[in-house]
């Protein structure tokens, strides 16, 4: 992530050599974008698998890439674990598309 000083790092230099002021520029706009579409983006990552403890259960995991990499989990039991555990992953990526991740 670029920070506040990062980004006065480059302006200084755009200003110290305007050769590379329309490069730099082009680089800081392009950040912009990608940081108000990050925005919009699914921050999660959801995965199905089986328990590695318990072959009766299956986890669903989700890794948020967005922050500090924080993980949540829910565990499936009983009939159809496997089943419900992949049902729950789409459909929480997809309930994450259609709300840009929120």
């Known amino acids: 992530m670029l920070t ?3 980004r006065r790092t480059l302006e200084g230099l755009a200003v110290q050599c305007p050769d590379a002021a329309e490069a730099v520029a ?3 706009a392009e950040l ?3 940081v108000a ?3 919009r983006a699914v921050t999660c990552r959801y995965e199905a698998f089986p328990d590695r403890l318990d072959p009766e259960t299956w986890r669903v995991e989700a890794v948020n ?3 500090e990499g924080e993980c ?3 565990a499936f039991y009983g009939l159809d674990c496997e089943r419900r555990a992949k049902e ?3 459909w929480m990526i997809r309930r994450g ?3 840009g991740g929120k």
Do not use: I
């Open 4 to 6: 506040r000083s990062d």
């Open 26 to 28: 082009a680089v800081l």
């Open 32 to 34: 912009d974008e990608a």
């Open 37 to 39: 579409d990050r925005g």
């Open 65 to 67: 890439h967005a922050s």
């Open 72 to 74: 949540y989990v829910t």
């Open 88 to 90: 729950y992953a789409a």
């Open 97 to 99: 598309a259609k709300t």
